[in-house]
């Protein structure tokens, strides 16, 4: 059962007992730090004038006892607010990593997957710095503050009204640019959104930018982008930085009134001289604890942005792990219902399709990019699901079916597949439960066994980042092992084969009809020849079916079908004559 908090306070609360604790050690070093002053004001007023030495020893030693308690008890209440801060934020991150990873496809495109990893990155770092603040200084300084000013008032009422009149300006001030100041962080977080999109696309393309030469181009695009974070930034700093100045104007002019008017009062000898040097002393410790407070209120707004925005993705809807039991009674391994669809909600990329695949058999899928043909993958695998109609599974509404039960019954190659930086046989082997033997087998069928044994280090080989050192027809082979090596219900290959010369394309179909015959398959695929024997073979036009059947029907009926295939069997042809292009 999952037991994540739904919210930000929801990870706060279980540490409230430990963080009162933390606060309890931060009073008690801070009360310490208080009594300095007010012992050497005795000290100047009292002991002095007597010249008593022995109790200037004794208030001396208390004044040490009590800064070696500060300093302990600061040190220590440092320690455990670091820990408690760094500990929610783990946790924090981790279920913000889980909960990304188990929304919908619907709702990862609501969000992006550049403000998911920014949520993930920057605004658990600006929540931490918040929590580790509010536990360091958000208790110390208040105390600082107020006990300041009880301690003055206890030395002089009168000064102490100084001080009082100043705390609601302050206080008032730094509230209006707080609020305002979290808008604005909200926004820059946004903006960094955009940023972290457009790094990934240069990162992908880095290739492609270099070989058409856009260098430059791509250089002054993130240049804009660049530059609008520093506007945004610089206007949330700008407003932020106002609260400094302000507090530090009020402050001083409090310190010049409380000289004045204390001057005035120890020449008429109503109060002592040393009550005015604790009076600077205390003003001093005041001043230094309405600027931490300030510190506070920056990083607060920074902050409360950051968890709002996480926020929103704890608090995103998940897909339902399993609904009521669906079942339809057939002989179809796999069934698509009058099944409409579209991408968050706009014109339909697939409109009533409907068609029926029995066990073992081959449903071919082709048209232009964009005609819906992975829409229809996406469908199978309940990446997204249908508006209207249904996709069923020997029966049962895939709805019904158990995420983990469903997956079970796929091998996949995707278009967006990707091998890890790892030896060749873990990632085929992908932390799944799968015997040595399987996975040879899958290669050999695959027809990526011959290259694997041609490297040095045979399935121990190991990969660069992104498979750098594999071509780009070696990659879809060890993608299509990967997917064949745990023996799926069903094969799904989505343009997989696009990378294959001819030759090594028809032996692969060859092999998987041999050794899969009861895998029924599904394969999206550019190349008529790829899907020309299936069982079924569906012709995409911008989400709409325009035909349906099989190879010789097609030819007869769908005009779409015949002149893609008359122009791809005379390259086919040339291609095979020539012994083909092997990657």
């Known amino acids: 059962m999952n037991t994540r908090p739904k919210t930000f306070g929801g990870y706060v609360k279980p540490k409230l007992l430990l963080m009162f604790g933390i606060m309890i050690i931060k009073f008690t070093g801070t009360f310490a730090e208080l009594l300095l002053p007010s012992l050497l004001t005795h000290m100047v007023d009292d002991i002095a004038p007597r010249k008593a030495v022995g109790e200037m020893f004794i208030f001396g030693g208390i004044m040490i006892v009590c800064a070696v308690i500060a300093l302990v008890c600061n040190v220590a209440a440092n320690r455990s607010a670091s820990k408690v801060a760094s500990g929610i934020t783990r946790q924090i991150r981790h279920d913000v990593y889980e909960k990304t990873i188990s929304l919908s496809c619907e709702e990862t495109d609501r969000f992006t997957v550049p403000t998911l990893i920014s949520r993930l990155t920057s605004d658990t770092y600006n929540v931490h710095n918040m929590l580790l603040m509010a536990q360091r200084i958000g208790v110390r300084a208040p105390i600082l503050a107020v006990g300041g000013v009880i301690m003055t008032s206890l030395l002089d009422p009168v000064l102490t009204l100084v001080l009082v009149g100043l705390m609601p300006v302050v206080f008032i001030s730094v509230f209006i640019i707080s609020r305002v100041g979290i808008r604005l962080y909200t926004g820059v977080q946004k903006n960094a959104d955009g940023m972290v999109s457009m790094l990934r696309e240069h990162m992908e393309g880095?290739?492609?930018?270099?070989?058409?030469?856009?260098?430059?181009?791509?250089?002054?695009?993130?240049?804009?982008?660049?530059?609008?974070?520093?506007?945004?930034?610089?206007?949330?700093?700008?407003?932020?930085?106002?609260?400094?100045?302000?507090?530090?104007?009020?402050?001083?002019?409090?310190?010049?009134?409380?000289?004045?008017?204390?001057?005035?009062?120890?020449?008429?000898?109503?109060?002592?001289?040393?009550?005015?040097?604790?009076?600077?002393?205390?003003?001093?410790?005041?001043?230094?604890?309405?600027?931490?407070?300030?510190?506070?209120?920056?990083?607060?707004?920074?902050?409360?942005?950051?968890?709002?925005?996480?926020?929103?993705?704890?608090?995103?809807?998940?897909?339902?792990?399993?609904?009521?039991?669906?079942?339809?009674?057939?002989?179809?391994?796999?069934?698509?219902?009058?099944?409409?669809?579209?991408?968050?909600?706009?014109?339909?990329?697939?409109?009533?399709?409907?068609?029926?695949?029995?066990k073992g058999q081959t449903l071919g899928i082709i048209g232009a990019t964009g005609s819906g043909k992975s829409t229809i993958i996406s469908l199978l695998l309940r990446f997204y699901k249908a508006d209207k109609g249904a996709v069923r599974i020997n029966g049962r509404n895939i709805n019904s079916i158990p995420r983990n039960e469903l997956y079970a019954k796929f091998g996949s190659a995707l278009q967006t597949d990707f091998l890890m930086s790892d030896t060749i046989y873990e990632n085929i082997r992908f932390e799944r439960d799968v015997s040595e033997e399987l996975i040879h087998d899958a290669a050999v069928c695959a027809m990526a066994d011959g290259f694997i044994r041609e490297k040095t280090d045979g399935y121990n080989h190991l990969l660069n980042v992104k498979a750098a050192n594999l071509s780009g027809g070696q990659k879809q082979r060890l993608l299509i092992t990967r997917a064949l090596a745990a023996e799926p219900e069903i094969l799904i290959m989505d343009d997989s084969c696009g990378g294959l010369d001819y030759k090594t394309d028809a032996l692969l179909r060859q092999n998987l009809r041999k050794r899969y015959a009861e895998c029924t398959k599904v394969i999206v695929a550019q190349r008529i020849s790829t899907v020309r024997q299936s069982d079924l073979i569906i012709v995409m036009e911008e989400g709409q079916v325009v035909g349906m059947g099989k190879h010789d029907d097609l030819m007869a009926s769908c005009e779409i079908y015949r002149e893609t295939a008359n122009a791809q069997m005379e390259i086919e042809e040339k291609a095979m004559s020539e012994g083909g292009n092997a990657q």
């Open 206 to 358: 880095i290739r492609v930018i270099k070989a058409l030469s856009k260098t430059e181009y791509e250089k002054n695009r993130f240049g804009e982008i660049n530059s609008n974070i520093y506007r945004t930034e610089r206007k949330a700093g700008i407003v932020t930085g106002f609260s400094g100045p302000v507090l530090n104007l009020f402050l001083n002019l409090g310190l010049v009134a409380v000289i004045v008017i204390g001057a005035q009062r120890v020449a008429n000898g109503l109060m002592e001289p040393g009550v005015i040097i604790a009076f600077l002393s205390y003003f001093t410790i005041i001043l230094n604890a309405m600027m931490m407070i300030n510190r506070i209120f920056i990083n607060l707004t920074k902050g409360l942005a950051s968890a709002n925005r996480i926020n929103e993705v704890l608090t995103a809807p998940e897909e339902r792990e399993c609904e009521d039991e669906d079942v339809k009674e057939g002989e179809d391994h796999i069934t698509f219902e009058n099944v409409t669809f579209s991408y968050l909600k706009a014109k339909n990329n697939l409109e009533d399709l409907s068609f029926g695949l029995k």
